[in-house]
């Protein structure tokens, strides 16, 4: 494992210098658009996938983002939260979140349809490294909600599949009934992924595996050195996922997590995000493995 | 720019400048038993011969016919109260039949001038311009709020016994970034100007009286005012009967901190911390915030005001269904080992300034000079 990063301290501690001039060259941290909601779908009970076009076609025209990266999603009297953008990353018409109810914001969410607004700050944070995972097996694993930040991500490989090798998604739900993107499976597959399930508690109707998402690896049969990980989920979850895939051989600086803490600005400003010396939404949320990993093991960091 | 002398006498002749240039003067005055800073029309209601002592969970003022203007030192305002106010309603919104309207009225701050910042809070305001105006995204009412500040800084010639700026490298001298700066020698102030504003405040004081120039035996024994208390903090000799002065080692601290994240130390010093968020209130560095939404009756018309935040509140680390620290521990070790090493890495500077103002305002007297000794005598692991 390579060393995490390490700091010397300044010798002189504080700064002791005026700011430079001029005083600020960034933009406005609450630099916002404002979107209408273009179609409204339900992936499982509790979880909807909103389309966001922009009321600006400015802002329509120049607003990209790359797999991984998130939005500030707000609505005017009720508050702000941080949602993942899960639409194709080249379909330009309109910007897809996969939204989990479970809160003020997405509940209020839920009572939205088609024609509503909704207030987009963004695209906010550091993305999954595809360019990086050119040329290599690629396997994902993700659970719950957490499959939403890697479904842009997906599809942008399933775009240029032949620029990468053998890539699995390993995904893990409480039940059958949380498998997001259902509809979706057998169109990856035709595309070339490998896409595997498990479910923690299997209903009557249900066939395939149970059990953690790190029992799949036991059916993989991985090239570790030539592979790269990335994973999205609640953050008990990914540990294990990076344990199971270190004793399986994949090094750590090919592993990648994506990070989540309550967020206020997403900017960088209210301090809030904090992961150790990280801001998880400029520095994160998609993190190297081996930047964290000193963190990770701290108990309530 | 050279140094002339302002006769205390004439002190009045400054604000009056500052205040005739379009300023809201702020300057220190004694209130509720502290001196805190408030709108200053007068320059008798400067704390002249008031002298605050300060220890852990202490802070209590005492009358010396001796003491000067500024022979107080820091209260618990800081310039964050001002250019960071603990409220503010930064947006406004309005529901119309084509849909949300951004409705913010444009920001127009008032010009402050501020009377008496110590070096310790001109470099906590070096730090605050980083956070907040250094990176691709900034604040900009902060900004708006900033470039109007017109700073009349202080040189110290007495610490508190929780002062440690020495350590911290930012005093007892004031650094750059002040407009006009002043010393205090028997009944005169050595006043200086370093920035534009400032040359042009004291060209419209020296209309109205002489402003004589030191000579240059006196501008050596003016340089020499911060100096000699410097000396005294870096000697660690107290004054008679006050307590012992602090001083904090911050030799490789980041890694000494962050490999330090299990110390037995956060659950020791849990056990007196009541996570009350005093110091981080009375931080003047400290930037958490988050956003409250306040509507009227239709909810149709929306603010959203901006407040403070503090890592020692359950709120800070509040997500969905879980909360990231969940016991005092966690949220003391996240204040510490921000403030003293995170900040390192986030902004290329420590977060503390040496001001001692967590000391003074902690309820039970929690010291972080201390706490960071403790880790410091017995690591857990040993800093590479
Ligand atoms: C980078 C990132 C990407 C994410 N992507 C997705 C995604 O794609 N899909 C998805 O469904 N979710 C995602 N989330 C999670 C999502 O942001 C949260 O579920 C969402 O913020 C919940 O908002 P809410 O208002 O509905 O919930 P609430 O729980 O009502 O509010 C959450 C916020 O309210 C505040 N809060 C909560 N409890 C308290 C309290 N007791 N006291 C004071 N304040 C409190 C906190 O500020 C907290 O952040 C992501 C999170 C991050 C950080
Ligand atoms: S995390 Fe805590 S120590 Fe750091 S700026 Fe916020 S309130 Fe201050
Ligand atoms: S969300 Fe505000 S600093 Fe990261």
């Not at chain 1, 349809?113 to 290599?136: C, H, K, M, S, Y």
């Not at chain 1, 490989?157 to 499976?185: N, Q």
């Not at chain 1, 493995?289 to 963190?295: E, G, N, P, S, V």
Request: proline share 6%.
């Amino acid at each position: 494992m390579t060393a995490p990063p390490r700091i010397e301290s300044p010798p002189r501690p504080c700064i002791h210098t005026p700011a430079p001039e001029p005083l600020a060259v960034g933009r406005d941290a609450w630099h916002h658009h404002v979107t209408r909601i273009v179609a409204a779908r339900d992936e499982v009970a509790g979880v909807r996938t909103y389309d966001l076009a922009f009321r600006d076609p400015a802002a329509a025209a120049s607003y990209t983002f790359a797999p991984g990266q998130f939005n500030m999603l707000y609505l005017p009297g009720i508050g702000e939260a941080a949602i993942s953008i899960s639409s194709d990353p080249l379909k330009r018409a309109s910007v897809g979140h996969t939204v989990k109810a479970v809160g003020n914001v997405t509940h209020a969410l839920e009572r939205l349809g088609v024609g509503d607004e909704v207030v987009l700050r963004g695209p906010f944070g550091t993305a999954w490294p595809l360019d990086e995972l050119q040329g290599r097996d690629v396997l994902i694993v993700t659970g719950g909600v957490g499959l939403a930040s890697v479904r842009a991500a997906i599809l942008q490989i399933i775009a240029a599949r032949h620029d990468y090798g053998r890539v699995s998604v390993l995904f893990g739900a409480k039940t059958p009934a949380g498998l997001i993107y259902a509809s979706e499976y057998d169109a990856w597959r035709a595309a070339g992924i490998d896409v595997r399930l498990t479910v923690d508690e299997a209903d009557g109707d249900w066939t395939g595996r149970v059990g953690l998402v790190t029992a799949l690896f036991d059916d993989l049969d991985l090239d570790a050195a030539a592979t790269g990980l990335t994973c999205c989920g609640p953050e008990p979850m990914m540990l294990a996922v990076v344990r199971r895939a270190s004793a399986a051989g994949i090094p750590s600086a090919a592993m990648y997590v994506s990070m989540e803490r309550n967020m206020s600005c997403a900017a960088r400003l209210c301090g809030l995000c904090q992961f150790g010396p990280e801001f998880i939404c400029r520095d994160g949320p998609v993190f190297s493995y081996d930047r964290l990993a000193k963190f990770l093991d701290i108990k309530h960091l | 720019m050279p140094l002339s002398w302002l006769h205390t006498t004439d002190f009045q002749q400054l604000i009056d400048v500052l205040r005739d240039r379009g300023h809201r003067v702020i300057g220190p005055q004694v209130a509720d038993g502290a001196v805190v800073y408030r709108d200053l029309a007068d320059a008798s209601d400067l704390p002249t011969g008031w002298l605050d002592e300060q220890d852990g969970g202490l802070y209590r003022l005492r009358y010396d016919p001796q003491a000067g203007t500024f022979d107080h030192v820091v209260g618990p305002h800081s310039l964050k109260n001002f250019l960071f106010p603990p409220r503010e309603t930064f947006e406004t919104w309005s529901r119309t039949p084509n849909g949300w309207l951004q409705t913010t009225p444009a920001y127009e701050p008032e010009q402050l001038a501020v009377i008496g910042v110590r070096g310790c809070d001109l470099a906590a305001l070096a730090i605050q311009d980083r956070v907040f105006l250094g990176g691709d995204s900034i604040d900009v009412r902060y900004q708006a709020r900033r470039e109007k500040l017109f700073v009349v800084a202080v040189n110290c010639r007495r610490a508190a016994a929780t002062c440690f700026c020495h350590s911290m490298g930012c005093g007892p001298a004031v650094g750059p970034g002040f407009d006009i700066a002043l010393t205090e020698v028997g009944d005169r102030f050595a006043i200086e100007a370093t920035t534009d504003a400032g040359i042009a405040v004291l060209a419209d004081l020296a209309g109205r009286l002489s402003l004589p120039l030191l000579t240059a035996d006196e501008v050596a024994a003016v340089r020499q005012v911060p100096e000699t208390l410097r000396e005294a903090m870096q000697a660690r000799r107290p004054e008679e009967g006050t307590p012992r002065p602090r001083s904090l080692d911050t030799e490789n601290i980041r890694n000494l901190l962050f490999d330090n994240l299990a110390h037995p130390r956060w659950a020791e010093v849990a056990d007196r911390c009541l996570s009350c968020a005093n110091c981080t209130l009375v931080c003047p560095t400290c930037f958490c915030s988050s956003v409250g939404e306040v509507t009227d009756l239709t909810g149709d018309e929306v603010s959203r005001e901006r407040h403070w935040a503090s890592c020692f509140t359950l709120e800070h680390s509040q997500m969905h269904g879980a909360n990231a620290r969940p016991t005092t521990a966690s949220r003391y070790r996240q204040w510490l080992t921000h403030k003293l090493a995170g900040w390192i890495d986030q902004f290329g500077t420590s977060g503390c300034t040496g001001c001692g103002r967590c000391i003074t305002w902690c309820p039970v007297g929690i010291d972080i000079t201390e706490e960071v000794a403790a880790i410091r005598e017995m690591p857990t692991s040993s800093p590479s």
